[in-house]
């Protein structure tokens, strides 16, 4: 009896040991909502002394948007040069193909819900109070300006601004007046022409913000480069993997702060909020949201993950607990990156070869809980306007949405941008994104966590898929997993004997002897 007494007390101090910073996380949420509500029913603070309570919280924001940069770089171009270009171009196959197919299924669960709760038809637009401005975008600029992105002109300006497309109106054309006289009446008639098309011109802005589309293109290609090079290119992988190594131990100091600064967060949001009246209007448009990416987390992620993977989803999701909250507590799938890294290959034990290359896209490109929020939001506002739509424009919408998600940085409230996409391909007003504005930081909050449970989700069918060229690749391969270049084997019973291995460029014998060898990667 006492030795199995003695056997629970070391278990739950050693379970206390493990997780002791998401308990703390999440005790440091639970008492940030309660010191929210205190100080803003017992304290009158004045708008400056609001952004000074929130101080902690930005510290911690800043901490995590520092690290993204190094630890995108060095996790893709080491995660890439890792493996021969032809099981990257698999594996990353694999995960676009994952990215669309969980994305189109977040949309089609958020037509359908939205078209059997209606949300919008018991309430009409003018009872709601519109709250900030209408973003001014095209979808053709916007489209557009995604692939430009992708191919940044500047690598260095790529590391903080993003190329934005502004649309300059032309003067308009001179009016020409045609005098006519008409006898015998000598009546003069004016006819006026008027040029009554808008020309505009295109003219090429930045915005703050790292631009990860172009990072990541970059870093893949200049990763399977170096996977190419061979022994030249050893000296530049080992300097990556060893940025990465010290941006991940920077990550562990930074994760120590976390409870302190998600606790000043919360409190500060709350603080924040003047009108919560609005929650009450807009009660069962929430509803449907919240129910869509509930359902979309519980049930059609974790289906996809166990017929795949043949493990249990919910293990998984509770290894991810810690960058979940994270998620949900600064609403950005990008700045959660360092703390998804963490718990997937230290919780999960996802390989660092899968993780390091489908984490980053992942976080870029892959928002199902974005698509599903664009796909309810534009027919709400299509029920509010009594606008019906016709199964074309359904359609329309959940294309729209797939491919606006994509679209949207992974940083807060991108969603609202892509939003005006949305409703401008089915004719809807885009000043009405005005009305779930007041609404959004919360969704915003829920959606981005599912975002990253649907990345972490992606990084382990992925490995699950790509198991056995991993195998190979460790089978012929006596180096080590974190700092590998592209290996295969040779076949010959000579070359065997020797247990000589073609790496990248060149031929590694157990006699240290270096000889250049042809291969061909691409």
């Not at 009446?185 to 589309?213: H, R």
């Amino acid at each position: 009896m006492m030795g199995n007494k003695e056997r629970r007390g070391v278990n739950v101090k050693g379970l206390l040991r493990r997780n002791w910073l998401l308990i703390a996380t999440v005790v440091s949420v639970l008492i940030g909502i309660g010191l929210g509500v205190v100080v803003r029913e017992y304290a009158s603070l004045s708008h400056l002394h609001k952004q000074y309570f929130g101080f902690p919280g930005e510290i911690l924001m800043r901490m995590l948007k520092l690290i993204i940069l190094p630890l995108i770089i060095s996790s893709m171009i080491t995660g890439v040069a890792a493996l021969d270009s032809e099981v990257s171009g698999k594996i990353g196959l694999r995960a676009v193909i994952y990215y669309f197919s969980t994305t189109i299924i977040a949309v089609i669960l958020g037509i359908i819900l939205v078209m059997t709760i209606k949300p919008g038809v018991s309430q009409e637009a003018d009872h709601i109070d519109r709250t900030g401005i209408t973003p001014n975008v095209t979808t053709v600029d916007t489209l557009l300006d995604l692939l430009r992105n992708m191919f940044p002109e500047n690598l260095v300006q790529a590391c903080f601004q993003q190329y934005k497309t502004k649309r300059k109106e032309l003067e308009p054309v001179k009016v020409t007046t045609n005098t006519t006289t008409i006898p015998p009446l000598a009546t003069t008639v004016m006819t006026v022409v008027e040029n009554i098309t808008k020309e505009y011109k295109i003219v090429g802005s930045y915005s703050d913000g790292i631009n990860v589309l172009g990072l990541i293109v970059f870093c893949v290609a200049f990763g399977l480069v170096i996977g190419k090079m061979g022994e030249k290119g050893r000296i530049l992988l080992e300097f990556f993997d060893a940025l990465n190594e010290a941006t991940m131990k920077l990550v562990q100091i930074i994760m120590c702060y976390m409870p302190v600064g998600i606790l000043f967060l919360i409190a500060a949001k709350i603080i924040e909020v003047e009108d919560w009246e609005i929650f009450r209007k807009m009660g069962l448009y929430m509803v449907t949201v919240l129910s869509g990416l509930a359902i979309h987390a519980t049930v059609c992620l974790p289906l996809i993950f166990f017929i795949i993977v043949r493990k249990n989803p919910y293990t998984f999701t509770l290894g991810m607990a810690q960058a979940l909250v994270t998620a949900l507590m600064i609403s950005s799938s990008s700045a959660t990156l360092p703390v998804t890294f963490r718990c997937a290959e230290e919780n999960n034990r996802i390989d660092k070869r899968i993780t390091r290359f489908v984490l980053p896209v992942g976080a870029t490109i892959n928002m199902d809980g974005t698509a599903l929020y664009e796909a309810v939001a534009a027919i709400f506002i299509a029920q509010l306007n009594d606008y019906p739509l016709d199964v074309g424009q359904i359609v329309t919408i959940s294309i729209t949405a797939t491919v606006a998600s994509i679209g949207a940085a992974g940083v807060p409230n991108a969603g609202l941008v892509t939003m005006v996409i949305v409703l401008t391909a089915v004719g809807l007003p885009a000043s009405d994104v005005t009305l779930i504005v007041a609404v959004d930081w919360l969704l915003d909050r829920f959606r981005t966590m599912i975002n990253v449970l649907g990345d972490a989700y992606g990084a382990g069918i992925v490995q699950k898929l790509s198991k056995r060229e991993l195998e190979r690749m460790d089978l012929i391969s006596d180096v080590d997993v974190a700092n590998p270049f592209a290996l295969e084997a040779t076949l010959d019973d000579e070359e065997c004997e020797k247990k000589s291995y073609v790496n990248g460029g060149f031929t590694v014998d157990k006699t240290d002897a270096i000889s250049f060898t042809e291969t061909s990667q691409f």
